[in-house]
């Protein structure tokens, strides 16, 4: 194996095992019965493995899925003609503090380096967010996208793209919904007026010693729900629930790869739990992936829905403001930060649940 920056390397009990473990892969859902009718209430048995993959998972995989492979097909032809540029052309859309959207290659995933570099595009331009992470700061600031010249076609492949994966994400949250006893519509007002929902292209270049370094580190998407597409190459690993081995997706043409977001699990009190995930890399080829990332507006208030609350099941977090934890995030990007990144579990009300 050879070697890498000393940033890249992970712990020992991080590091990847080369030999992956595949048998019993998260589950697959056949979508097409939303194809010929709606609304979703009347597909119980959908629900329902939707419910059991939510329980039991937190990950699964869809298909019959409504969207033309024709829509990846051409965005992730677009994004590697943009990321196999020069590094100074990429740099013309480096993101900073002032534009946090564009072209990104030191993104750290629990204070180690991600063998990575990614593109990211806002859903709604221009997307409204707090312009400061301070509770008490009530500016606001708008984000715009940043397009580089080449490829020309790259804008396009994004927004036709996000348009098919948007609608695939408000058909998933019903059935979520659903699948929570709750009515179909129960989180569309959350995500109506003005979300902050975006894309993130990843390229993984191949990697000397993939033994040592994660295309990103471990991880919980701290969002509401990720829609995930990965080219033929694989590295996506679950945390099984079950035994905490780490499982690879295997790459399924023409499937999404869905998983419930932290804000998920706080809306449903913990009874849908978001699951840690990582990338391994390998020393031969490049991979793509281009995960949609499903967010509310900035000023939601996250807090376990009262309607899966009771004395029995008390709420088990405090409520948070979705743009104060995402200002926070980001500003871990641009400076080196003692503290660990903000999470959920911060927000859990007993202190003997912290952890
Ligand atoms: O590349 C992948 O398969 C997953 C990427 C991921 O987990 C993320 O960007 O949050
Ligand atoms: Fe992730």
């Excluded at 509310?296 to 009262?306: D, F, R």
Aim: contains cysteine.
């Amino acid at each position: 194996m050879g070697e890498v920056d000393p940033t890249f390397i992970q712990q020992l009990e991080h590091r990847p095992k080369l030999e992956v473990i595949e048998a019993q892969g998260i589950p697959q859902i056949d979508l097409s019965p939303l194809l010929t009718s709606s609304p979703a209430s009347v597909h119980a048995d959908l629900v329902a493995q939707v419910r059991d993959a939510c329980e039991n998972w937190g990950f699964f995989q869809v298909f019959n899925h409504g969207i033309p492979v024709e829509s990846r097909g051409k965005l992730i032809s677009a994004a590697k003609r943009f990321f196999d540029q020069p590094m100074e052309e990429k740099r013309k859309v480096s993101r900073d503090e002032a534009h946090p959207l564009g072209y990104y290659d030191t993104e750290h995933t629990k204070n180690v380096r991600d063998w990575k570099e990614v593109f990211d595009v806002t859903v709604d331009v221009p997307t409204l967010m707090w312009a400061s992470h301070e509770p008490d700061d009530e500016q606001r600031t708008k984000y715009l996208n940043q397009w580089p010249h080449h490829p020309p076609e790259l804008r396009e492949a994004c927004e036709e793209y996000v348009k098919d994966v948007q609608k695939l994400s408000y058909k998933l949250l019903e059935l979520i919904a659903l699948s929570l006893n709750l009515p179909a519509n129960r989180f569309e007002p959350f995500f109506s007026k003005g979300q902050t929902s975006f894309i993130r292209l990843n390229h993984y270049p191949p990697c000397p010693a993939p033994d040592l370094a994660l295309g990103v580190g471990r991880h919980k998407d701290a969002i509401a729900l990720t829609i995930l597409t990965q080219d033929d190459v694989g590295g996506l690993e679950v945390k099984r629930k079950t035994d905490g081995e780490w499982i690879f997706v295997k790459p399924t043409p023409n499937t999404f790869i869905i998983n419930v977001g932290d804000m998920i699990q706080v809306w449903s009190n913990d009874k849908y739990e978001s699951v840690e995930h990582r990338v391994m890399v390998n020393s031969t080829r490049e991979r793509f992936s281009i995960p949609f990332f499903l967010c509310p507006s900035y000023y939601t208030v996250v807090e376990p829905l009262v309607e899966l609350t009771d004395e029995q099941n008390p709420a088990k977090y405090d409520s948070y403001n979705w743009g104060k934890f995402f200002a926070t995030r980001k500003r871990s990007n641009f400076k080196k930060l003692d503290v660990e990144n903000i999470q959920i579990y911060h927000f859990k009300k007993s202190d003997e649940l912290k952890g």
